[in-house]
């Protein structure tokens, strides 16, 4: 069972507009929810992170917004950038620390 | 660099060899994480350790596959009697045991490759 889905395989933005990517879940017991980077032969890097006790958490063109009772969360770019262009993976942390991921959105960032 | 470290970044086999793959995870990490990951897959998760303590395994692990940690530090991935659906890259990871935010330190994986 997919418990982290990611269902837009791809996106593309124009650069200075806003990004947005969305991820929904099954299992209301995760307590973190964290969106990770991931560039061709690298391993992912992680981006931005949110509690399940809060809804929103900024950090500079990042934000990530979670929506309990929708099971579902979304990362927000703005403004976008190409070099943000890259593959972003969802991930939820269970009660034994591992993280599950999603299937990844490709984000391309046109100029 | 005191990231997280993998070797080798590419191994090719012919099927029915074994491979080995290590990793070593920042210093301070507790926690290390083995992830496999295919074409136009997320990471899936295969196993981790706390210390030296195996203590969770995916079902996705099946018994050709066996993992160590025999001093709480690096660890190592055995594949043994490869096939070629073991083609996939392998991630490794570390962290604190419940870090603040719960993220993993990824390293840039080992890229299998079964012929």
């Known amino acids: 069972d997919q418990q982290v889905k990611q269902n837009s395989p791809s996106l593309s933005v124009q650069e200075g507009r806003i990004s947005i990517l969305n991820c929904d879940y099954t299992?209301?017991?995760?307590?973190?929810f964290l969106w990770y980077k991931k560039y061709p032969a690298e391993g992912p890097t992680f981006l931005i992170s949110?509690?399940?006790?809060?809804d929103k958490n900024e950090d500079g063109r990042f934000t990530v917004f979670l929506n309990k009772s929708a099971k579902h969360l979304s990362l927000h770019i703005v403004p976008s950038q190409p070099g943000d262009s890259a593959v972003y993976f969802c991930?939820?942390?269970?009660?034994?620390?591992?993280?599950?991921f999603g299937q990844g959105t490709t984000l391309q960032v046109k100029p | 660099d005191t990231g997280v470290s993998q070797d080798p970044r590419h191994k090719i086999t012919k099927r029915g060899q074994n491979v080995t793959f290590r990793c070593d995870p920042i210093?301070?990490?507790?926690?290390l994480y083995w992830y496999r990951q295919t074409l136009g897959q997320g990471p899936e998760f295969l196993t981790y350790?706390?210390?030296?303590?195996?203590?969770?395994k995916s079902r996705l692990l099946s018994d050709r596959f066996s993992a160590e940690r025999p001093k709480g530090s690096f660890s190592t991935l055995e594949i043994q009697r490869t096939e070629q659906g073991d083609s996939a890259m392998y991630l490794c990871a570390s962290s604190l045991f419940r870090g603040p935010v719960g993220e993993l330190f990824f390293g840039e994986g080992s890229r299998l490759t079964v012929l």
């Open positions: 299992n209301s017991m995760f307590d973190y």
């Open positions: 949110i509690s399940s006790i809060k």
């Open positions: 350790f706390q210390n030296e303590a195996q203590l969770e």
């Open positions: 991930a939820a942390r269970g009660n034994t620390g591992k993280l599950i």
């Open positions: 210093s301070e990490h507790n926690r």
